[in-house]
């Protein structure tokens, strides 16, 4: 059986290299969406440096990678960790505040 990088009828013993797919960059409100924000706190993230990393597209937009999106989602999880579900934790310790009595 034939190596997997082997071209029929070529002479060379070349290899052939899979390089990895460019991902489709997202827009501000695409990338708004994906994150369950507003984009209007995307922006404000984006101003303030403190959001995830981001590119300028061919238009001279700013446009994200869905990677970038998701490293970022991964360093907020310990903080917020419903942040998809756009549920806030509980504040403070027993999670109080639903007059429960606990």
């Known amino acids: 059986m034939p190596s997997p990088t082997h071209i029929p009828g070529e002479k060379s013993g070349g290899q052939v290299f899979h390089l990895p797919v460019r991902s489709k960059t997202l827009s501000r409100a695409e990338a708004a969406a994906h994150l369950a924000l507003p984009e209007r706190r995307m922006k404000l993230l984006s101003l303030l440096g403190t959001g995830p990393a981001h590119t300028?597209?061919?238009?001279?937009?700013?446009?994200?990678?869905?990677?970038?999106?998701?490293?970022?989602?991964?360093?907020?999880?310990?903080?917020?960790?419903?942040?998809?579900?756009?549920i806030n934790p509980p504040p403070g310790p027993g999670g109080g505040g639903l007059g429960c009595g606990t």
Do not use: F, S, V, W
Request: glycine fraction near 10%; charge should be positive.
């Open 56 to 86: 300028q597209g061919p238009d001279g937009r700013i446009a994200y990678r869905r990677e970038d999106l998701e490293l970022y989602l991964t360093a907020l999880a310990p903080k917020t960790p419903n942040l998809r579900a756009g």
